[in-house]
């Protein structure tokens, strides 16, 4: 009687697994192409991580004059593995699927599965779920490699986090995808090359767009002038974009461009591929990219059950209404929370205010240090405020300990909305010890182009742009930089229920 009743409650306990996700996974895993697809993975990320890594210090070495920095390889470092992994997931994402139903079909199993009891949607998850298990396990693998540049510094686990999310993101919107297609059309070949093309105008026909946007802006009211900038044309073409999604998440101030007149520079340069706040955003844009990619994923679902039903396609029961409206509630909240609310937000404060125009035009000043106070321009902030404000933000994305940062001004640029600045800062990193003083730590030297707007009452950096400026024959005292980096030290007390940075 016991072992009857262990027995049945056995049978109680027993979880519902859908067989075809049983059937795939060991169908996936048993052979060898998936053990070869991970090995030359991880085997082109690795070469390309040692070729990068020689690439930068060399590069570095012969730019400056002083040590290369540890940070600073790092922060490059893993930079150029996201974009590789990012290429490589799109690359590889959508051969695992576009064939998963089309390829059913060519066998001639198709029927054979249609006259199952299985429903449209344990189908679409039993073809999903495998294919899209083994992208995460291609991206899992991949995170050894990102550590690489975790041990040199300027990294930090929020990236990691960052970038990790967004990589998932990507491959399961493209995995929905292709599995679409491959439920539309009836042979591998034509779901494969279908989804590739739509991988490619995700890639760069968006980009195509944006920069037509700005073209047409140009000539209609002249926004792209070096007065406002790229960050006055609408970027809702990007909001599709990987690309420019994983640049808004882990790009910014203190990844200037190391590689002059390479092709590179356009991921560490501002533009499309660092685009973090523009004109109408309220968030940064890959908050957007992820929003968006699940509200596809949703999308390609719905679309893919009626493609999978054998009879009375896009004809619906009370049934399938009611199973199909939580994914559309899904949908309309993603969308609602994304683009009409700041909730969840990581971005600045107010940086999703649309630019105001132009003021008077600008007054060039020249600056000897040091700098003569500049007038100021009534509604905006005192521009004087500006400087510190620069430091401040210079400071939190080039180090994530404790760090001060000096600014020395070479041009200042301003009207009633925006202050330009340009010059050389020189930055240093603390560490706080048991008794609250600070311990000097490494230092970095850079030159610096910053526009500022005000939000609120505090300036807000909208574009940087770190060893992209010239500054001509003038000597900088770096020296003096440093001295006022640890007088700024001297008068720095920990307070454990406040936030140094302002800046995230």
Known sequence: MSAMASSSARRRLKVRVNPVIVREMRAQMRGA??????????????VLTYGIYRFTTLVMA???????????????????????????????????????????????TYDLLMATPLTPGAIF????????????????????TFSIAYLFGGVTVRDM??????????????????????SVFRRTSRATVVAYILVALLLFGTLFIWFLLGLRQSRQADMMDSSMGLYTIPPYPLYLN??????????????????????????????????????????PLWQYTVSLYAMLVLLFYLLA??????IRRWHFTRRELAQSLMPLLAIVSLGYVTFGTTWASTGLPGSGTVLPTPGPPEVPIEVIRPAPPIEKVEPALDPDLAAPALQDFVAHKLFPEPAFC??????????????????????????????????????????????????????????????????????????SLEQDVLKQAQSYRPVPTATVYPYP
């Open 33 to 46: 192409r998936a053990f070869v697809i991970l090995t030359g993975y991880l085997l082109v990320l690795s």
């Open 242 to 283: 990987p690309l420019s999604a994983l640049g808004s998440a882990i790009l910014g101030f203190g990844l200037g461009d190391y590689y002059y007149g390479f092709l590179f520079s356009l991921l560490t340069s501002n533009g499309p591929f660092n685009l973090q706040y523009a004109a109408g955003m309220q968030r």
């Open 62 to 108: 012969s730019s400056y004059a002083s040590a290369v920095q540890s940070a600073t390889i790092g922060k490059l470092l893993f930079v150029s593995l996201s974009f590789l992994d990012l290429l490589l997931i799109c690359f590889i994402t959508p051969a695992l699927t576009a064939g998963a139903l089309s390829g059913e079909h060519e066998r001639g």
């Open 125 to 144: 998850w039993g073809k999903f779920i495998p294919a899209m298990t083994y992208a995460f396990l291609l991206i899992l693998a991949s995170i050894p």
């Open 406 to 479: 000096s600014f020395f001004l070479l041009e200042g640029t301003y009207t009633s909305t925006r202050v330009e600045l340009k010059g050389a800062i020189y930055c240093q990193a603390f560490t706080v010890q048991a008794d609250g003083s600070l311990e000097p730590g490494s230092g970095e030297q850079h030159t610096v182009r910053a526009v500022l707007t005000p939000q609120s009452d505090a300036w807000i950096v909208a574009e940087s742009d770190l060893d992209g400026v010239d500054l001509g024959t003038i000597e900088v005292d770096w020296a």
């Open 161 to 182: 986090v960052q970038v990790v999310l967004i990589l998932s993101a990507t491959a399961t919107m493209l995995g929905a995808l292709s599995l679409w297609l491959s």
């Open 305 to 310: 059950l009626q493609q999978l039903k054998p």
